[in-house]
C-alpha cells in the first residue's frame, strides 16, 4: 500500500497512466495545506500530521513520515484543492469527512496557537466537503480536547 501511495505522489505508475488518488492520499495533502496555510514549518505540526497518517492509513510512523515528505511536495504542486475535495466527497461518509475536519483543527492546533490563516483553510475545506458551519464548529472543539 505505501509503494502505490508513494508512486501516485511521485506520478509514477506502472501502466504510465497516473495513478488513482485515493481519498487517503487527499487527505494527508489536506493535512499538509492546513501545516502550511500559516507559511511556518513547525515540526509539532508535521509531527502531528504523521500520527494522524499512522493511524488513518494504518501505516509505521517512518512510512508516515515518508507520505509527509511526499505529500508536501505534492501540495506545494497544486493550486486548487477541488481534485483532493472530490475524490474525499465520491468516498467518505459524512460522518469520516467530519473525522477528517476534526484531523484538520488537530492539525491547526498542534504548534500551540491557532492562525486565521489555518482556520481560513479548514472552513474552506469543511465548505468543500459539503459539510455544514455546525460540523466546522463541532469539529473545532473536539480537536482541542
Keep these: 500500500m505505501i509503494e502505490q501511495i508513494l508512486a501516485f505522489f ?9 495513478p488513482a488518488l485515493s ?13 502550511m496555510a500559516d507559511h511556518d514549518l513547525d515540526h509539532r505540526e508535521k509531527d502531528c500530521i504523521q500520527d494522524i497518517l499512522a493511524r488513518r492509513m ?3 510512523k517512518s512510512d508516515a513520515e515518508i507520505c509527509v515528505e ?7 504542486e497544486t493550486h486548487d484543492l477541488f481534485e483532493f475535495t472530490r475524490v474525499i466527497n465520491d468516498t467518505f461518509d459524512e460522518d469520516q469527512r467530519y473525522e477528517l475536519i476534526v484531523d484538520l483543527w ?3 492546533f498542534a504548534d500551540g496557537q491557532l492562525d486565521k490563516f ?28
Design 23 to 35: 481519498a487517503e492520499d487527499a487527505a494527508a495533502v489536506l493535512l499538509i495545506e492546513v501545516m
Design 58 to 60: 494504518s501505516v509505521s
Design 106 to 108: 488537530r492539525v491547526a
Design 70 to 76: 511526499v505529500a508536501m511536495d505534492r501540495q506545494q
Design 118 to 145: 489555518e482556520d481560513h483553510r479548514i472552513r474552506r475545506v469543511c465548505d468543500m466537503l459539503h459539510l455544514h458551519h455546525s460540523h466546522f464548529i463541532r469539529a473545532k472543539s473536539a480537536a482541542q480536547h
Design 10 to 18: 511521485k506520478g509514477e505508475s506502472e501502466t504510465d497512466d497516473k
